[in-house]
């Protein structure tokens, strides 16, 4: 993290002609187990990951106009949002841009003062991996304007304000499982997560001779393409059809009774959803136990239903779950994310992760006819703010 601190202070000097003041960080997160089941009211298990937004910032002159001028290294394009006003829609070359823009909103609707700023965006969470890339980068903005308009939220209440953010400007229906993973994960733990009463719990990562190994596809994947949404409309028809609030309230057994009236669609969504939410549970009390054989097969049961039942995986995530899964050293492998490319996520051996890298990417080149990029990391903190100087 020291290095992209002093790159991004660096980048703001060079940028705006003078220091920043405040630094916010956010990182992304990824999840050991319980995939899509956060908005159907699920248990999810998610890690912070040791890859960062970074926001720096420093307050404009007062007669410089009430706006913030904000600029993404990644994107290389800056963006002008005023802070009192509603703005107009973005063009699309700047849709990094809606982000900022939903939390700025949802500070303004709260009656908070935030001051003229200029902010340099840079992120090492890689972007459409699955990694919670847009999650960072609101958590990020909103920690930051909450230290510069001097604004006390409880962490809950910054997630759900940056979830509105990516449901109203991003048009993502996302659960909050990726916002709670950045504001309240704790070093060195897991976070058990009850997507419906967002009671969190953090779960002790206690093998130190394990690493988390985050292998990416390069398949590029977009959730506002429609396929999030449709998964989640499947998942709220099948509820319907079960006469229950939430898939989180039926059972395996209530889901088979009804196969014939769910149809092979929603009887498939369904069967995933309750199934996951059942191996995420099993998956904590085994951690507890140290018996990480049991996660590991848990993890391989949820790739399968992803791939069969929930329909999200692809070849690329198959091929590297496959791969992994074949190595000495692996605890477990499957599909992490919303899937359609993206990201795996492996539990391995620290001493025999080089290795496993090493010939998974000579295994990935060979079969995709593609690169993948992989790093390994472990539990990492969740958001914070700080005064520079």
Same mark, same amino acid.
């Given at each position: 993290m020291s290095d992209q601190r002093r790159h991004v202070c660096a980048e703001f000097q060079r940028r705006f002609g003078r220091p920043p003041e405040w630094l916010a960080v956010a990182p992304g997160? /990824?999840?050991?187990? !319980?995939?899509? /089941?956060?908005?159907? !009211?699920?248990? /999810?298990?998610?890690?912070?990951?040791?890859?960062?937004?970074?926001?720096a910032a420093a307050l404009r002159p007062a007669d410089a106009g009430h706006v913030a001028r904000v600029v993404s290294t990644a994107m290389g394009r800056e963006a002008c949002l005023p802070l009192r006003a509603a703005a107009s829609p973005l063009a699309a070359e700047d849709a990094w841009a809606r982000y900022v823009q939903g939390v700025i909103a949802g500070f303004h609707e709260r009656g908070a003062d935030v001051p003229a700023f200029d902010a340099l965006i840079d992120s090492t969470v890689p972007l459409g991996g699955g990694l919670s890339s847009s999650a960072s980068l609101e958590v990020a903005m909103a920690t930051l304007l909450a230290a510069l308009s001097a604004t006390e939220m409880k962490p809950l209440d910054l997630a759900r304000l940056c979830q509105r953010a990516e449901h109203d400007y991003a048009g993502v229906p996302c659960g909050m499982m990726d916002q709670c993973a950045s504001t309240l994960c704790v070093e060195g733990h897991l976070l058990l997560l009850d997507c419906r009463s967002l009671e969190a719990t953090p779960v002790a990562f206690t093998r130190d001779d394990l690493l988390v190994l985050v292998a990416n596809t390069n398949v590029r994947h977009s959730l506002g393409d429609g396929e999030y949404a449709r998964r989640r409309s499947d998942c709220e028809a099948a509820a319907r059809m079960l006469d229950v609030p939430l898939l989180r309230d039926a059972t395996l057994a209530d889901v088979m009774a009804a196969r014939e009236r769910l149809g092979p669609r929603a009887f498939a969504r369904a069967r995933h959803v309750v199934t996951e939410i059942e191996r995420t549970q099993r998956a904590v009390a085994a951690i507890g136990a140290g018996n990480w054989a049991e996660v590991g097969s848990l993890m391989a049961a949820s790739h399968a239903s992803l791939r069969d039942d929930y329909e999200v995986s692809c070849r690329e995530l198959d091929l590297l779950v496959e791969l992994a899964a074949s190595e000495p050293g692996v605890v477990g492998a499957r599909m992490t994310g919303g899937g359609f490319g993206g990201c795996t996520v492996t539990l391995v051996e620290a001493d025999r992760a080089a290795g496993v890298m090493d010939r998974m990417a000579r295994g990935y080149r060979d079969c995709a006819g593609r690169e993948c990029t992989m790093f390994t990391t472990r539990p990492a903190a969740g958001a914070m703010a700080q005064r520079l100087g």
């Open positions: 997160r /990824v999840n050991l187990i !319980g995939e899509h /089941v956060d908005y159907c !009211g699920g248990f /999810v298990l998610p890690m912070a990951i040791e890859r960062f937004t970074m926001v």
